[in-house]
Every structure is written in C-alpha cells, then in structure tokens.
C-alpha cells in the first residue's frame, strides 16, 4: 500500500539576505540568532509541527553549513521522522533542468520529486525570513472550504506602505481577481505574506509550464500566482490577524527582537500555547549582578554591567561599568568594562574591548543620515579593540 501524506511543507531558506549586510555575510538569512535563544528558522519549523505538518523540505543554497548543521535530524521540532521529517534541499546536479535555484518557482519546480515521493493533495510554500506564530491547519481548512486551487495569507497594512509588498485584489467572498508584485499604485492594503497553499496537482502543472517559458523570471508573485489567475484557476485570500514580521532588513530585525519587551502585547514567545522549538543549547543560569531593566536575558550570561530595553542572547558577558541599551547581542559575546552599547545589533563570538563605544543612543541615531536607520550591525567573530568606536548605522564585518 503507498504511504502518503496529506500536506507537504517547502520551506524556501536560499535566500542571500543582503539587506541584512554583515549578519549574513557567513550564514544564510533562516540561520540568523533571534530572540535571545532562538534562530529565525524556529518560527515555520515550529509552525509546521503545531499544525500537524511533519514533511518539511528545507531548500537551501546561500551559505548552508549553519544552518544545515542546525537544523540537523530535526528532532528538537519532532521532525525526525522515518517515513516524512525535515529534508535538506540544496541544488544538485542531474542529466536534465538542474542548476542553481534561479527564483522561488525554480526552487520549488527543481524538488517536484521529493514533493511527489509523498503523493501529496497539498503543497504548503513557506519563507524562512519571517517571524509570526500561525496555525497553517486553518489555513488549509480553508483552503479545502473553497475548493480553492491555491490560497494565499494575507494581512492589512497601511496603504503608505503597501507598494513594498505582493497585493491581492479581492472580492467580498475573499476570492482574488488580481495580483500585483509591488504597485507603484496599490489598490488595496491587503499584503501577501509569502505563504502558499497549492492543491498539489495544480502546482505541479505550473511549475512546469513556468519552467518551459525562456522568458519567466521563476518568481511565484511575479511568474506563477499571475498565470494561475490569467488561466481562470480560483484563488482565495486567507486573511492572518497576529502578529507577523519580516526581518530581510537590519531595521525589520532589530524591531521584531523589540517587539518580544513587551510593546507589542499578542507577540509572546514563553507561553504554552503553540510553542516555538529550538536547538538552543542547554547553558548553566543567569548570573545577574549588575542592572538589567525590561530585556530579555537568556541563560548562560554573566551581567555585572548594565543591560535596558536590550535582547541579550545564550552565554553573553557584560562586564562591570558596561552598558547595552537598546540593543540585540546574539549570543556568545563579551563586553568588556566600560564599554557603551547602544541601538545595536552584534552577531555571536564578538569581543568588545574596554571602554569601547558602540552606535549612539536612539535619539542621536535617528537623526543620523545613511544606514540602516542609524542602527550599528556587528558581523560575526569580529573584535572591538579597547577604545574603539563604531558610529551609528555603521556595519562591520571586520576586526576594529
């Protein structure tokens, strides 16, 4: 008897994540430290194994070591499985249409075996740069309601900002008349968040098709979303109300690790309900001597200094007379005595030497024309020496 699953889960992790400059310049976007504890990954992984999704297909090909190593046999989300699990997708080699991936469509179109190994009735297309808690089992429910051929989640955003995103335009039983890659002029607020439900026949069909067009860019909202509408398949919306982030840029990044202080009240992270999973180290308890006022501390860190409104990540050390404000410390990194930290992000293994000053505070920064929005980014492995100074929205990837 062929085994089958109802729903596969391609998780689209290949990305280069330019926009995120130095974080990025070792490791791929999905496999960047949030949160204090977790990694941008966590969050669809997580999702899937609350929805009931135990296939999940990890497409990667930007710097994959990190993040491949993490994810592992994927048992910390149950996803060590014998027949389904997590897979490592990379690019490989065969006798015919194989390359590196040239788009989303192309990702996808390149692992249509391993998506029919599993005979599946349903295709669930996720973005591993995103930040949000979702139940994809509605999501499909609903799908299935409207005998839809594909649905897309969507949420409002303000009308200002709408020509950032993928817009669907819709009729009052939520069925899509138009898609539109980022409109000068949008005609609707309502934002695709980059997660696709297909029913996995009618995928399949033009995946292949956009394979065959010599003049497709293999883009989902630019290539295939739009041919399913001009060929007459029905799509629906599937509007999602909590809270989501994308963190491509250094900004969205800084934000959303902001979010978790408190500020923005259905975006918590130590509730019981639908749990984030990670593969966070097992590190010994916080040791807090200093001061440390609305932040996020994770175990492992040693506070003699003074931590406020920060987000400080496994096994930090702030020394005494050091001060992190506003800021997010991924992990692994020591700031020596004296040292001034502010509207900052610092990825792991960085030193911070005596009396070194880091970014300015808010005010200042915002004020500061150029990068970033005056944000200071530390890549990985860097060393501050003593007295050194990075200004705001400056991003290093290189010893100071």
């Known amino acids: ?46 999702n899937c194994i609350n929805s009931g999704i135990d296939t999940v297909g990890v497409l990667t090909q930007y710097q994959p070591l990190v993040l491949n190593e993490y994810v592992g046999n994927g048992q910390p989300w149950d996803l060590d499985r014998t027949f389904g699990g997590v897979h490592i997708l990379s690019p ?10 040239k788009g989303t469509a192309n990702a996808i179109y390149q692992n249509i075996r391993f998506m029919k190994m599993y005979d599946p009735e349903y295709v669930l297309i996720l973005s591993g740069d995103h930040i949000y808690k979702m139940d994809y089992d509605k999501m499909i429910a609903a799908h299935k309601a409207a005998n839809a051929d594909c649905t897309i989640a969507c949420m409002q955003v303000p009308l200002s900002e ?19 890659e980022k409109p000068a002029k949008p005609k609707s607020d309502l934002a695709s968040m980059g997660i696709y439900v297909f029913t996995a026949e009618k995928l399949f069909k033009y995946l292949e098709l956009d394979n065959s067009d010599p003049k497709s860019e293999k883009d989902f909202g630019k290539n295939v979303l739009p041919a399913m509408l001009n060929a007459g398949e029905k799509m629906q919306s599937y509007r999602f109300e909590g809270y989501w982030k994308d963190v491509g840029t ?60 920060s987000v400080v990540g496994t096994n930090c050390v702030i020394e005494e007379g050091a001060e992190v404000i506003d800021s997010v410390l ?38 500061v024309g150029g990068k970033t929005a005056g944000i200071a980014v530390l890549g990985r492995g860097i060393t501050v020496k003593k007295s050194g100074k990075i200004p705001a929205g400056e991003i290093v990837d290189k010893d100071v």
């Open 162 to 180: 709408a020509s950032r995103f993928g817009i669907l335009n819709t009729r009052e039983d939520g069925s899509i008349y138009e898609f539109e």
């Open 1 to 46: 008897m062929l085994r089958k699953k109802e729903c596969v889960a391609m998780l689209l992790a290949g990305g280069q994540g330019s926009r995120l400059y130095a974080l990025t310049s070792n490791i791929a976007k999905p496999a960047v430290s949030f949160g204090s504890k977790y990694r941008i990954i966590d969050f669809p992984l997580s």
């Open 250 to 309: 250094i900004s969205s990044l800084w934000e959303a690790n902001m979010d978790l202080l408190g500020v923005v009240p259905n975006f918590k992270l130590d509730d019981r309900d639908k749990v984030i999973y990670s593969r966070s180290p097992l590190a010994p308890p916080a040791y807090i001597q200093g001061e440390v006022i609305n932040s996020l501390v994770a175990t492992g860190c040693e506070v003699e200094g003074k931590v406020v409104n």
């Open 92 to 101: 490989y080699e065969a006798k015919t249409d194989t390359s590196w991936y």
């Open 330 to 367: 991924m992990g692994n990194i020591t700031v020596k005595a004296g040292a001034k930290i502010n509207y900052s992000i610092i990825d792991e293994d960085v030193v911070i030497g005596e009396k070194a000053v880091i970014g300015s505070p808010i005010k200042q920064a915002l004020k």
